[in-house]
């Protein structure tokens, strides 16, 4: 038991030391008064088991006298993560999401806590201004701490020349979900999981589901389900909105109209953040004069969301919208549907892919759609190759630079001053490692398993170039996430959603229940169905344009639920 682990929890390492009375705060007398209204008291014992790995609806518990002792468990044992004495609170973010927990939880000494029930500590983090800012940021930090402890009973067996690795990588580190990752590669430790679990190479990427569950070769929803990465919730329930998108623009839907008192639901069919999660830095954004991640941002925006009681569903893929229907129906990719009164279309779009023959077959092998620390691995201090000429394509340069040997910027123009902020093209303008490319196109790529190199071309005269680079980051044009909506909603040549002034008298069939009222300035041609962010015609394609949409999108959805 306890003396079997660590007598130093997460918060005693660095580089959280500075920061434990932030994540394991004392509650006072009468700050456990308050909470003493809402809970129940009740007795523990030595060596009880509070709380598994995959535990769900777990209450907050309060010592009020003895200790509990809050392990992760993992392949070679427990790992100590901090223990409770009295004045101390159990919990972290999945205890406010209503997801499967991350760690074990043990009485170490006998005693007394009070019990505080997941809808009656959410209550108090939507009521009690002093402790939800307390809870809240004890709950993110200490996901953090899990996170970056590097342990658990959740590891990846991959590869850094597997695009299925790559694919599995993001999808955890966005969802923020601690796991230990292996490479079967450089890894000795390896060799001896894949002969207790009869693993073959050919089955990489793996993921150990809490150390017993071999999922091989895994896709993002079987990786959800195992690990309880969504909450348990009613799909015959009708809601007041369903907003289709975890981007900047949806998760701004999500948290105002959760915190106007609306039903939420948000589906998310990749992963959380949209474009800008896979964004390594944005510095223009209101608010954050030092920059914040595409993956920092998008996450705390989720928390806030869930704080409000918007239900979140991640990897869950919407197959189609039935506008005939009311109230609304989105078909889900698990054979299920889910129905609202109202619909907030927030799936964004996507990067534009290489019109190349053989592009698709580098994809996570040598071609990224986002620059974070999560694809930098594979290129650390070697030559790069960066496509675009947008800020997304700046910002990746610039970050880029700072990992790798050198980075070539190619754009298709002539430059950046019509498509970059200033900011960045001073910064590439300026870094020794970033050679700006202009006129120039990636012509082919080369490489058996993995992308070994890539030649280029320049006009005038179309002067090809052959290049030993392995690694391209793919920051060119938008293509919007409209097919689950073709033959209901109405879109532009190019895909995206037409609203409110941009449609035209051809887009309103005569049976859509069109509403009395003018059609809203984000309403689409079905009532109660508004389209936000990127997946927009005519939308600014920035992360603040996106936000003031989402948050603006709601007062258009109180209107038509009053229709």
């Not at 009375?21 to 909470?35: E, N, V, Y």
């Not at 939507?126 to 004890?138: G, K, P």
């Amino acid at each position: 038991m306890s003396t079997e682990i660590d007598a130093q929890g997460i918060a005693d390492k660095p580089p959280f030391i500075g920061r434990k009375a932030q994540m394991f705060p004392q509650l006072t007398a009468a700050q456990i008064s308050r909470l003493d209204a809402l809970g129940s008291r009740r007795r523990m014992t030595q060596g009880e088991i509070l709380a598994e790995p995959g535990d769900r609806h777990r209450p907050m518990l309060v010592v009020l006298s003895g200790s509990i002792e809050v392990v992760q468990p993992g392949m070679s044992g427990e790992v100590l993560v901090v223990v409770h004495t009295a004045g101390s609170f159990t919990g972290e973010m999945s205890a406010l999401q209503g997801i499967g927990s991350l760690v074990r939880a043990r009485v170490r000494d006998a005693g007394e806590v009070l019990v505080v029930p997941e809808d009656r500590l959410r209550r108090v983090i939507q009521t009690d201004a002093e402790l939800s800012e307390l809870f809240m940021r004890a709950f993110i930090l200490r996901r953090v701490g899990l996170i970056q402890s590097q342990t658990g009973d959740v590891i990846l067996l991959g590869s850094s020349h597997s695009a299925g690795t790559l694919r599995l990588q993001q999808f955890l580190t966005r969802n923020s979900f601690p796991y230990v990752n292996l490479d079967v590669n450089s890894d000795q430790v390896v060799q001896t999981l894949l002969q207790r679990f009869h693993i073959n190479a050919e089955d990489i990427p793996v993921v150990l589901c809490r150390g017993e569950v071999v999922l091989k070769n895994p896709s993002n929803e079987e990786v959800a389900a195992c690990l309880g990465m969504n909450q348990q919730i009613d799909d015959d329930r009708i809601r007041d909105v369903i907003v289709v998108g975890a981007g900047p623009a949806g998760l701004a839907a999500a948290v105002y109209a959760a915190s106007e008192g609306l039903d939420v639901l948000v589906l998310e069919t990749g992963t959380p953040g949209g474009q800008a999660g896979s964004s390594s830095k944005i510095e223009n954004y209101l608010g954050f004069p030092t920059g914040i991640s595409g993956l920092a941002l998008a996450a705390r925006a989720r928390v806030q969301a869930q704080k409000f009681g918007a239900e979140i569903r991640t990897a869950y893929s919407a197959l189609k919208l039935n506008c005939n229907l009311r109230p609304y129906a989105v078909d889900l990719c698990h054979g299920h549907a889910v129905r609202a009164r109202s619909i907030i279309i927030a799936t964004g779009a996507e990067y534009r892919q290489l019109a190349i023959e053989n592009a698709s077959r580098f994809l996570g092998t040598g071609i990224y759609y986002a620059a974070t620390a999560t694809e930098v691995r594979r290129c650390e201090m070697k030559d790069v190759i960066v496509v675009g000429g947008g800020n997304s394509a700046g910002q990746a340069a610039i970050y880029l630079a700072g990992k790798c040997h050198h980075v070539h910027l190619l754009v298709r123009a002539g430059g950046l001053a019509d498509t970059m902020s200033s900011y960045l093209i001073r910064r590439i303008e300026e870094a020794a490692n970033i050679t700006l490319r202009t006129n120039t196109e990636i012509a082919s790529l080369e490489g058996a398993e993995q992308l070994e190199r890539v030649i280029w071309k320049t006009r005038p005269g179309n002067v090809l170039e052959t290049h030993q680079i392995g690694h391209v980051f793919l920051m060119t044009g938008a293509v919007p996430s409209t097919d689950w909506l073709k033959g209901c909603i109405a879109l532009n040549d190019k895909g995206f959603v037409r609203t409110g002034p941009d449609l035209i008298p051809a887009d309103m069939p005569v049976a859509n229940g069109s509403p009395l009222r003018p059609l809203q300035s984000f309403e689409t041609n079905w009532p109660g169905v508004f389209a936000v962010g990127d997946v927009r015609c005519g939308s600014v394609k920035r992360v603040a344009a996106a936000v003031g949409e989402g948050s603006a999108c709601v007062q258009q959805v109180h209107q038509a639920l009053r229709d």
